[in-house]
């Protein structure tokens, strides 16, 4: 589809936002994604062993990661523990969740803030998540991606991209020694972090989580994750490397509306990326879009560019509507689910751990 005719699709979307959004404020209505996803008319892509199991082969985790990300499904979900086992119990053993229901509290104790906002250590983390996952395209196979070796391979923590991770990094091999012999891999610490992380954070959504990653201890190749001085179209190229569509790509961004720059202009490190940076808000799209930015926030010139990118904008747009924090949740959830996930290939084999996530945070 030409860039025009997806600027089209989204305007539609837009359309269609405000008025669903005025008729029911809470629900989202289905015409809206629907025309947000023409955009990315592409099929979706299956990753990792999902590739080539028949349906036959697949269990009913697969089959659920399948319909999240082909089908549209919500990747989103309340699911809760109704009774959690003491720690060291045999029922705790047979229960593979048990123990991250553990390690979950205690990262959610470092994650908020007394404020009941996002700490540095919870943007760390999600920015682990990304970095780990990210570093995997179509062309590595099962090498790189989702396995931990952002910890695990010290060469990582050289690479320019990963610059100031060192504090979570060193803060994930204290919970690795704590809690390996549990069974807990460090691919999984990494992303069930990601996910505790912005689930803590006021109105951050609470996307699925699976365990049963493999870990590698082999550096992931270099050069696949962004620079902020990479130009839009190849940042674009990239993450379609990653199976992951513009659409999702535009939702991705939306992390940064916790994060604060520390690097790129030193003089002002520590300045956020929006107004709220301790609350997982849309309020980044808004100022990011903005003629001017307010004083003491910081807009990476990369950000600039790729919402004003005519695959981009109209999603922009979308999430800084009337309405906009849902519809962002909803596709952000989903674009994570698949980032995740990237070169894992025993997604066949994980278990749905969601009920060990804190709940979602709507008051601080």
């Not at 959004?21 to 979706?44: G, K, T, Y």
């Amino acid at each position: 589809m030409k860039a025009s005719s997806i600027a089209t699709a989204l305007a539609g979307g837009i359309t269609m936002l405000s008025a669903a959004v005025q008729a029911d404020p809470v629900m989202m209505n289905s015409s809206v994604l629907e025309a947000l996803h023409e955009a990315d008319r592409r099929p979706q892509e299956l990753i990792g062993d999902l590739q080539w199991l028949q349906p036959r082969q697949m269990s009913p985790v697969s089959h659920l990661i399948r319909s999240i990300l082909v089908d549209g499904f919500d990747a989103q979900s309340n699911e809760h523990y109704q009774y959690v086992p003491p720690l060291r119990s045999a029922a705790c053993a047979r229960d593979t969740c048990c123990v991250w229901w553990y390690i979950a509290k205690e990262m959610s104790q470092l994650f908020r803030g007394t404020d009941g906002q996002c700490t540095d250590a919870a943007r760390g983390a999600i920015r682990t998540g990304f970095h780990d996952a990210g570093a995997w395209s179509k062309t590595t196979g099962d090498f790189g991606g989702a396995d931990g070796s952002i910890v695990h391979a010290p060469e990582e923590m050289l690479r320019r991209p990963n610059k100031g991770l060192q504090e979570i990094v060193q803060q994930y091999k204290f919970w690795y020694d704590r809690w390996s012999h549990f069974g807990v891999s460090m691919a999984d610490l990494i992303q069930m972090g990601a996910n505790v992380a912005t689930v803590v954070c006021p109105l951050g959504p609470r996307i699925r989580s699976f365990v049963g990653r493999r870990d590698n201890f082999k550096p992931a190749p270099d050069g696949l994750l962004p620079s902020p001085f990479d130009p839009p179209d190849k940042v674009v190229a990239m993450f379609r490397a990653k199976t992951i569509q513009p659409l999702s790509l535009a939702a991705l961004l939306g992390a940064h509306s916790t994060s604060r720059q520390r690097f790129f202009n030193p003089a002002r490190a520590g300045a956020p990326q929006d107004s709220t940076p301790g609350v997982c808000d849309v309020l980044f799209y808004r100022q990011t879009l903005a003629a001017r930015s307010p004083p003491d926030v910081f807009r990476l010139p990369s950000d600039v560019v790729l919402a004003e990118h005519p695959l981009l904008f109209p999603a922009f747009k979308a999430f800084a509507g009337p309405g906009g924090q849902p519809l962002w949740a909803h596709e952000y959830a989903r674009a994570y689910l698949r980032l995740s996930l990237l070169g894992v290939f025993n997604i066949n084999n994980l278990t749905d751990c969601t009920r060990v996530l804190p709940p979602r945070t709507l008051k601080w």
